[in-house]
C-alpha cells in the first residue's frame, strides 16, 4: 500500500514538472518572447524601441528638424525650469513647441533627435487619429459603423453591436482588461505576446458588459483597431499610417511591433517614432486637424476626440483630457487597481488634452496656446529627497507660465 502511494506521488511528481516542460516546448516562440519582455523589465529596457522583435518599417518624410524660434515666446527663466524637471526625472527628452516653432528642445543621456523613442500607450492616440484618417478618406462610414462591419467573424454573435466610437471611448464591452496580470498564459499576456494574437483578439473574446455602460482603458480594445484600420483600407497598418498620417505632415516614420512577420500590428502600445514626430501629430490636433491648409482629419474631428465619453469624463475618442481637475487620476477609475499619475495641481488651460503612456511617456496639446510639450523617457526612480513619482502637471504649467510671463514683460515694455 505505502509502496503504490509512493508510486502514484512520483507519478503526480513528474506530471507537475513534465507539464510546464511540454507547454514550454510546444509555445517555444512564445515563451522565448515573454522571458525577453521578463528580462528587458527587469533591466529597464522596455522603455527602449529595440528590444521586441519583429517589427514592420512604418514610412515616413525624410527626417528634417522643426524650426526652431526665432524670438521666444516663453520666458527663458521657465524654460529653464522646465528642463531642469525633465533631466531630473530621468527623461530622454522635453521638446515645447509653441506658435509655430519649437522654443526649446534637450535630449539627455545621449538620446539625438532622431532616434526612435519606445512611445507606450501613447500609441493608443495615434490609433484613434488613424481612425479619423480613414473617415475623411472615406474608408470608415462614420464612428457609428459597426466593427462587425469589418471583422465580420462577429456578425451573428454577441460582439456584433459595440460601434467604433464605442471601442475608441474604451466602452465597447469586449472582455474586461488586465494590465498587471503576467501570469503567461493569460489572456493578457497572451493578447501582447503571441504569435497570432488576431485570432486571440477575433475568437478568444467575449462581451462582458453592454457597450456603452463602462470604461474599461485595454490593449484588447486599440489593437482590435489594427485589425478594423487594415480590413477597411486594404494596407497593412505600418503602411497605412506613414503614407496617409505621418507622410502628409512631414513626419519621419519608424517601426511597430507586429506578432510575426507579415502579421497584425499591435496599435496599443508599440508605434516606435522620433520624438518630433510625435510633436508634429500634436501639432496637427492643436490646429483642428490641419496641416499647411490641408484638412487631414474630419472637420470638427478634434472636437469629437476631446468630449468625455458616458463612462469617464477624461477620456474622449482613444485621448486623454485634462480636465475636471483631479490631484490623482486613475486609469481604471471603477476598480481596485490603483494605477494613475500624480497631478499637484489643476491644468492652467481648460482645453488641454494628452497623450499620456506607461513610463511617464507624455505630451500635452494646448489648441487655445497653440503648444504642444513632450516628455519622454524611463520613469523617475525613488531615491532620497525625490518622490520617485512624475507631476503631470508641471511641465505643461511651468510653460503656460512661462508664456504669461513673457507675454507681461511684454506689455509692461511697451508702456
Known amino acids: 500500500m505505502i509502496a503504490r502511494v509512493f508510486r502514484w ?45 519583429p517589427v514592420d518599417p512604418v514610412p515616413g518624410a525624410a527626417f528634417v528638424p522643426l524650426a526652431h524660434a526665432d524670438r521666444p515666446s516663453v520666458a527663458a527663466g521657465h524654460l529653464a525650469e522646465a528642463v531642469a524637471y525633465a533631466h531630473e526625472v530621468k527623461s530622454d527628452g522635453l521638446v515645447v513647441w509653441q506658435g509655430g516653432a519649437v522654443q526649446k528642445a534637450a535630449y539627455f543621456g545621449g538620446h539625438r533627435p532622431d532616434d526612435l523613442i519606445a512611445s507606450k500607450s501613447m500609441a493608443k492616440m495615434v490609433v484613434g487619429i488613424v481612425i479619423g484618417r480613414a473617415i475623411a478618406q472615406g474608408h470608415i462610414r462614420s464612428l457609428d459603423q459597426p466593427v462587425s462591419d469589418f471583422i465580420t467573424e462577429w456578425k451573428g454573435t454577441d460582439k456584433e453591436a459595440p460601434t467604433i466610437r464605442q471601442f475608441l471611448q474604451n466602452s465597447s464591452g469586449i472582455s474586461r482588461f488586465t494590465y498587471n496580470n503576467f501570469w503567461p498564459w493569460s489572456l493578457t499576456m497572451r493578447e501582447y505576446l503571441s504569435s497570432h494574437h488576431e485570432r486571440i483578439l477575433i475568437d478568444e473574446t467575449r462581451l462582458d458588459y453592454a457597450p456603452g455602460t463602462e470604461y474599461d482603458y485595454s490593449m484588447i480594445t486599440s489593437d482590435v483597431l489594427a485589425i478594423v484600420v487594415e480590413r477597411a483600407t486594404g494596407m497593412r497598418y505600418a503602411d497605412y499610417v506613414g503614407e496617409h498620417l505621418l507622410k502628409p505632415i512631414g ?83 471603477e476598480r481596485s487597481q490603483k494605477v494613475g499619475v500624480l497631478h499637484s495641481e ?24 497653440d503648444l504642444v510639450v513632450l516628455r519622454f523617457g524611463p520613469p523617475p526612480t525613488r531615491r532620497p529627497g525625490m518622490p520617485g513619482e512624475f507631476d503631470n502637471s508641471r511641465l505643461p504649467n511651468t510653460i503656460i507660465r512661462g508664456m504669461d510671463a513673457l507675454a507681461q514683460a511684454g506689455a509692461r515694455g511697451a508702456l
Open 346 to 369: 489643476c491644468y492652467l488651460a481648460d482645453d488641454l488634452f494628452l497623450f499620456d503612456g506607461s513610463g511617464n511617456q507624455a505630451m500635452w496639446i494646448v489648441p487655445s496656446r
Open 251 to 333: 513626419a519621419a516614420g519608424g517601426t511597430v511591433y507586429v506578432n510575426r512577420p507579415g502579421g497584425l500590428a499591435h496599435a496599443g502600445c508599440c508605434l516606435m517614432l522620433p520624438a518630433e514626430s510625435f510633436v508634429r501629430l500634436g501639432i496637427l490636433l492643436a490646429r483642428d486637424g490641419v496641416w499647411e491648409g490641408e484638412r487631414i482629419l474630419p472637420e470638427g474631428w478634434v472636437a469629437q476626440t476631446v468630449t468625455p465619453s458616458p463612462a469617464n469624463p477624461h477620456w474622449g475618442l482613444h485621448m486623454w483630457i485634462g480636465r475636471p481637475c483631479v490631484k490623482r487620476l486613475r486609469w481604471f477609475p
Open 9 to 53: 506521488m512520483g507519478l503526480a511528481g513528474l506530471v507537475l514538472v513534465a507539464a510546464p516542460a511540454v507547454a514550454w516546448l510546444a509555445n517555444r516562440d512564445y515563451m522565448a518572447r515573454y522571458m525577453r519582455m521578463a528580462v528587458s523589465q527587469f533591466r529597464g529596457e522596455s522603455q527602449r524601441a529595440d528590444w521586441y522583435e
